[in-house]
């Protein structure tokens, strides 16, 4: 039982490029959400999904799209990275909201 | 939307008590949790509480619930210097529901 595992845990993009990022969790979770946290201000959600096929905005959006084919992945799409998009971005996973969320280690992503 | 407001910074001596404030502005929220995160790991939940509660006791662990001042606290008995890390509060329910919002976070130094 992996818990929530998130690939790649490190990645450096040129402005411009695009990448996704990858969540799966083995808890048979219907919740999903991508997270990214900045100095000082805490996490601020950027997505979720509560079921498989389904996705909503968080507080942050913008700059990020984000996709749930199977019910154990959620992937965090960036078509064109920007600096400001420099952050640690975390995974969490939940039986239902708003109960415990399980977090992933966490993806740290440098935009030069 | 929700605010949740933590000071930045706690600094304690190995063996003393800690105590990592909290205050929030959505009174409808009704699980209300603390995380900790140690550096470059993902968030673990401690403990948790629910807004029907005033107090929970969990080992060296103490919450507090203040409902009518929607001030939360974290006390850590005996504190350590396992103990350091970034403790978040995280508020779910009420309008956020299926959400957490979390505080900015209270780094926490033990000193020897």
């Known amino acids: 039982n992996a818990g929530v595992t998130q690939t790649p845990k490190f990645r450096v993009l040129k402005t411009g490029q695009s990448m996704t990022l990858l969540c799966a969790q083995d808890m048979n979770h219907e919740y999903m959400y991508w997270y990214r946290q900045d100095p000082g201000m805490g996490l601020r959600l950027i997505h979720y999904s509560v079921g498989e096929g389904t996705t909503a905005k968080g507080e942050v959006p913008d700059g990020y799209n984000v996709s749930r084919l199977k019910k154990q992945n959620f992937l965090l799409g960036l078509e064109s990275a920007a600096p400001s998009q420099t952050s640690v971005y975390f995974c969490?996973?939940?039986?239902?909201?708003?109960?415990?969320?399980?977090f992933g280690p966490g993806t740290r992503l440098t935009v030069t | 939307g929700e605010d949740v407001e933590q000071s930045l910074f706690l600094s304690v001596r190995e063996g003393d008590s800690s105590v990592i404030n909290c205050t929030y502005t959505?009174?409808?929220?009704?699980?209300l949790y603390w995380y900790k995160q140690e550096p470059g790991a993902g968030l673990q939940l401690l403990t948790y509480i629910f807004s029907n509660m005033d107090m929970k006791q969990d080992q060296r662990l103490t919450v507090l619930l203040n409902k009518k001042d929607k001030h939360l606290s974290l006390r850590i008995a005996d504190t350590q210097t396992g103990d350091s890390a970034i403790y978040f509060c995280?508020?779910?329910?009420?309008?956020?529901?299926?959400?957490?919002?979390f505080g900015q976070g209270t780094i926490l130094t033990v000193h020897p």
């Open positions: 995280a508020l779910a329910g009420g309008t956020s529901y299926g959400k957490l919002t």
């Open positions: 969490a996973s939940s039986r239902q909201g708003p109960y415990e969320q399980y």
């Open positions: 959505d009174s409808s929220s009704t699980y």
